[in-house]
């Protein structure tokens, strides 16, 4: 029967289980992310620097191509944690860039048009929605940080002699763990932006300004008053930091591992909280 | 024993260092009986506090509220699972279309995929946004955007419907078929309904029960149903010719009056006495009836001595008059 004729029926079945519920809001928060043309540029943009990285491996890895050529410029072309640190600075700047542009279109329409109370009327708690949202924004940044940087691994280790992957695992656990790091601290970053400011080109800039003019704020602070303690401020280079200990790289000069975790920790823990803050059903006027 | 709707033990609520509602105490409605709970209120009364303590958005500072059941604080996720909750405030969600809003709303509830995306044309046909399913909600009136908030609140067919001020701003056939819809979910489709309004022509209009708020306490729970069969033994009664002998006869049928002469009674007829009697009686009497009306604004009456701002209801008047002439207190 057309559903105009049937009328109004009250639903009496079964309902879905709890995990099935939570999915419906990361699957409609990454429809509202991906509809939008422009970060559907970026991530293709974003996909250059990695297949440049691919060429790079592919060449790094046939010797013949090379023969005669110096020692020097074949340490250059080395797969080694520089490498994938390198591809891991380029990369984490476009995830910032597609933050920026994607993040501001998360919470802020819900927050502008007191859409809050509707999803909170449901089974459904602020950190279940924060982390719904989140989701969303970290598979999309995940398309341009740990995905083709594990593929970059394993595309190394499959041109590698036998026994290079195990001798170079930190390398892989680098790359992953070191960008969902990343990618969960810009994903805070940009929902807690998209919270708290309406604006989305505002927000946006917001989110730039976080990782940059903050990362040289802290750098200004340290070369100023001949302090360490500006990399507490430092998003990019505790990040970095952090990274390098996962990569068994070496640590840039004057940052401690400790110093990296503690900054790290007291940025998630501060946009957490500003997140809580903002969102509630309702505004109470104390 | 019947579950009731609300149960609230000594429900305090602290809005930072104010409190909000003042140990509330009450048992609101019959769970699955479809009646409509209608709370009142002026501004600042915590009507709303209420209904967002309900709803777990605020935390009870003391006391107890359990809904069909389920504490608020404890069991939340199970409440919510059970109602529906239209705001007041203009909520909906800009970029979506209404179907897209409904389909979300409904999965968030429980609702399968497929079902959410039945139930979401379904509703918005039984609302009447069927023809503007497809635009997206920024695009929406106001009035439709109160229809296709009540339309969310439904969609999941839930136990109990929570409406805050379901008739704000709408134009008079907008908030007919508002009031018909509510009446609609407690009638034909058993939902229990807690209307939360100012307005008490639309309460008295769909609701079985009130309770009013003032200042944070419960000053009144009245059964609305009840208080109509008491009324319609109420009537004023207009009379020409000489009427000296109309009071003997009233009060041999059992009916307690006033006379405001000259020819105006107010008459208290006995529970199984027909007010049609009242024109015989008066034909009897040689007197002709030019008015006789029944009360109707009883819960403005019954809300203005609430609020303490009438002492007692013309009823209550006759009755204490009667009380002092027989020699009551």
Redesign the interface.
């Known amino acids: 029967m057309a559903?105009?004729k049937?009328?109004?029926?009250?639903?009496?079945?079964?309902?879905?289980p709890r995990l099935e519920?939570l999915l419906?809001?990361p699957r409609?928060a990454w429809r509202?992310v991906s509809g939008q043309r422009i970060v559907t540029a970026l991530i293709a943009v974003s996909c250059i620097w990695p297949l440049l990285c691919a060429l790079f491996i592919y060449v790094s890895n046939h010797t013949e191509l090379w023969a005669g050529i110096d020692g020097d410029f074949r340490k250059f072309l080395a797969i080694d944690a520089a490498f994938f640190l390198t591809f891991m600075k380029v990369q984490s700047v476009f995830s910032v860039l597609l933050a920026a542009l994607a993040g501001p279109g998360l919470i802020a329409?819900?927050l502008?048009?007191?859409?809050?109370?509707?999803?909170?009327?449901?089974?459904?708690s602020r950190l279940e929605y924060s982390l719904a949202k989140m989701a969303a924004l970290m598979w999309l940044l995940s398309l341009v940080t740990w995905i083709p940087g594990l593929l970059l691994f394993l595309m190394q280790a499959s041109m590698s002699p036998a026994g290079w992957m195990a001798a170079h695992w930190r390398l892989a656990a680098g790359v992953v763990f070191g960008f969902w790091q990343w990618v969960a601290l810009v994903a805070l970053v940009a929902l807690a932006s998209s919270a708290w400011v309406r604006w989305r080109l505002i927000a946006g800039a917001v989110v730039l300004g976080y990782f940059f003019v903050l990362s040289g704020i802290g750098v200004l602070v340290n070369a100023i008053f001949r302090v360490e303690w500006g990399d507490l401020i430092n998003p990019l280079r505790a990040s970095y930091g952090l990274w390098c200990a996962m990569a068994g790289a070496e640590l840039p000069r004057g940052l401690s591992l400790p110093t990296a975790l503690l900054a790290l920790a007291l940025m998630g823990g501060l946009l957490a909280l500003a997140l809580e803050r903002r969102l509630?059903?309702?505004e109470?006027?104390? | 024993m019947s579950q009731p709707v609300v149960e609230l033990e000594d429900l305090h609520v602290k809005l930072g260092r104010r409190e909000i509602l003042h140990g509330i105490s009450c048992r609101l409605g019959v769970s699955g009986r479809g009646r409509a709970i209608g709370l009142l209120g002026p501004n600042g009364a915590g009507k709303s506090t209420l209904i967002r303590t309900l709803l777990g958005f605020h935390a009870p500072s003391a006391g107890r509220a359990r809904v069909l059941g389920y504490d608020c604080r404890t069991d939340r996720r199970r409440v919510l699972e059970r109602i529906g909750y239209m705001p007041e405030t203009d909520s909906f969600i800009a970029s979506m279309t209404g179907v897209e809003f409904l389909r979300v709303m409904g999965a968030l509830s429980g609702l399968p995929a497929e079902i959410a995306l039945e139930k979401a044309h379904e509703t918005l046909f039984h609302v009447g946004l069927g023809e503007a399913r497809y635009r997206t909600l920024g695009t929406y009136s106001l009035g439709m955007r109160q229809l296709a908030r009540l339309a969310q609140a439904i969609v999941h067919g839930p136990e109990l419907v929570i409406l805050d001020e379901p008739t704000n701003g709408l134009d008079p056939s907008a908030r007919r078929r508002m009031l018909e819809l509510i009446r609609q979910m407690k009638e034909e489709h058993g939902m229990s309904v807690i209307v939360c309004s100012h307005l008490l022509a639309d309460v008295e209009q769909v609701c079985d029960e009130v309770m009013i708020l003032k200042d944070g306490r419960m000053v009144h729970h009245a059964d609305l149903e009840a208080e109509r069969r008491e009324n319609r033994r109420f009537v004023e009664l207009e009379v020409e010719g000489d009427d000296s002998g109309l009071g003997a006869a009233l009060e041999s049928k059992g009916a307690a009056c006033v006379h405001e002469p000259p020819g105006r009674w107010r008459v208290v007829l006995p529970p199984d006495f027909d007010a049609a009697e009242l024109w015989k009686l008066a034909a009897a009497q040689g007197l002709s009836v030019r008015r006789l009306t029944q009360r109707r604004d009883t819960l403005e009456e019954i809300f203005m001595k609430a609020m303490g701002l009438m002492r007692q209801s013309p009823g209550e008047a006759v009755a204490s008059e009667e009380t002092a002439a027989h020699g009551g207190l």
């Open positions: 559903v105009y049937r009328g109004y029926q009250r639903y009496g079945g079964p309902r879905t519920r419906v809001l409609e509202r329409p819900d502008g048009n007191q859409g809050l109370a509707l999803y909170f009327s449901r089974p459904i509630r059903p309702v109470v006027v104390s």
